[in-house]
């Protein structure tokens, strides 16, 4: 027979795993005589956990919810699972990052030496950005071995798929990618990786759901000095076709013919200024002035460019290319 405290460990694994369990198949799974189970039931009760007994035919128990918070059982998995979660807290905006450092601080004391050196080389830096439509999940043994080859600051090896022909949806794998790793972050739900690339010779950031690791790692580097040495804006400005600020290359002002309460709810990270009671002055970023010119023109409404210059010269682009769309003779005259 187990010693007491490895069975009670035992029990309460098992009453996590199920919602009822039967007292007869309690007893035969710990081995041990119904009055024996009885007892290790009333010791978990003292602990704090709420173990209720279930009527029946056969009896039974079950792990119910409880007023306080009784000590936790955790399996690694679940503990890595909840150490990541903890570290990209900062990144919710739901102001809790203190709440966060401390649990992930308590986390860490009860953690066995194999898993706590794990979570120690675990840095993620949150990056705000909107949230992708899809975002395929990186596997945690994958953010694990990135972060790992970070902290170690190891030349890391890995194979990097890229989306491949629209008409087939199948991804590519290019030759492997050798990196120096310097930073893991998280923006709009997605994971990815800040490395300089050996072969380019360039700053990269990689989605970390793409990447598979290649071991071993290779050797170790001095960290280079990112552009503007702080990361979250790096990325930021890499996502706005930007290698130098977190700010959008094209920025411009239009007045539209709506009130200021209709356009905010669409303005994303532009400002709108109240000109009236149907009129307002939008100011927003894009990555290039088409694209700018096509985001204003989403406003169901008269449009006044107040400038620069070169976003008026992309809406007369913009309406030449709609013009000659409109009145292309190769439509199908059967979709009208």
């Known amino acids: 027979m187990q010693k007491t405290s490895a069975r009670l460990l035992s029990l309460l694994s098992l009453l996590q795993a199920r919602r009822d369990w039967p007292g007869a198949l309690l007893s035969r799974r710990l081995d041990v005589s119904p009055r024996t189970l009885r007892r290790d039931i009333d010791r978990l009760r003292e602990l704090g956990y709420p173990v209720l007994a279930v009527k029946g035919p056969d009896g039974g128990y079950r792990l119910d919810a409880g007023t306080r918070l009784p000590p936790l059982l955790f ?9 990541v979660a903890l570290r990209t807290a900062a990144g ?38 909107s949230a992708p439509r899809s975002r395929p999940q990186a596997d945690a043994g994958v953010l694990m071995a990135l972060s790992a080859a970070v902290h170690a600051r190891e030349v890391l090896r890995f194979d990097h798929a890229v989306p491949g022909p629209a008409d087939t949806g ?50 170790r580097f001095t960290p280079r000095e990112l552009p503007g040495q702080d990361v979250a804006a790096f990325v930021t400005g890499r996502f706005r076709g930007s290698d130098h600020s977190p700010d959008w290359p094209c920025r411009g002002r239009a007045v539209l013919r709506l009130p200021a309460s209709a356009v905010f709810p669409y303005a994303a990270d532009g400002t709108v200024e109240e000109l009236g ?8 970023g894009s990555w290039s002035w088409p694209a700018l010119a096509a985001a204003l023109c989403v406003f169901d409404a008269d449009i006044e460019v107040v400038g620069p210059a070169a976003l008026k010269e992309a809406f007369a682009g913009l309406a030449d290319r709609c013009a000659r769309a409109a009145a292309d003779p190769s439509a199908d005259p059967a979709s009208s």
Do not use: K, N, S
């Open 75 to 83: 399996d690694d998995e679940q503990a890595i699972a909840l150490a």
């Open 170 to 219: 199948d991804d590519v794998v290019p030759p492997p990618r050798r990196v120096e790793p310097h930073h893991l972050v998280t923006r709009g739900g997605r994971w990815y990786l800040v490395a300089w690339d050996l072969d380019r010779e360039d700053w990269r950031v990689f989605r970390a759901d793409r990447v598979t690791p290649r071991t071993p790692t290779g050797p």
């Open 92 to 129: 919710t905006g739901a102001g809790i990052e203190d709440g966060a450092a401390r649990a992930l601080t308590t986390l860490r004391q009860v953690m066995p030496a194999r898993l706590r050196h794990r979570i120690d080389a675990l840095h993620v830096t949150p990056v705000e950005g």
């Open 277 to 284: 009671p149907d009129r307002c002055r939008l100011t927003l």
